[in-house]
Every structure is written in C-alpha cells, then in structure tokens.
C-alpha cells in the first residue's frame, strides 16, 4: 500500500533487471531506478546518484 522505489544495478547478476522489471510490474504504486554500469550494490558503486534519487523519492512521499 506503500510507494515503493526499486533500485536496481543493470549489471546486477545476484539479482538480474528482469526481477526488478517483474517487481515493479507486481507491486502496485512501484517505481524502477536502473545504474548503469553498476552491479548488485548499485548504492555502493555510484553513490551520488543512488543519494539523488533516494532523496528525490522520499521528498515526494
């Protein structure tokens, strides 16, 4: 019943974009945010960004 943000690492391979896209479509109120270049810790491999968009959603909630 929450929002519900995805971020996701288009490299991921512990968890491939495919899950995410299945997710997203599954969870209602759901949004996806893809890195490229980034594996399954997207929020360590760009950081600045995965900030960005963390504090793009929440001041939207």
């Not at 997203?24 to 960004?49: K, T, W």
Request: hydrophobic share 45%; net charge negative.
């Amino acid at each position: 019943k929450a929002p519900t943000l995805l971020i996701w690492g288009e490299n991921d391979s512990a968890t491939p974009l495919y899950d995410a896209k299945k997710m997203e479509r599954l969870i209602p109120d759901a949004g996806l945010v893809s890195f490229p270049g980034c594996g399954h810790y997207s929020f360590l491999d760009n950081p600045m960004q995965f900030a960005a968009v963390l504090r793009s959603f929440l001041g939207n909630i």
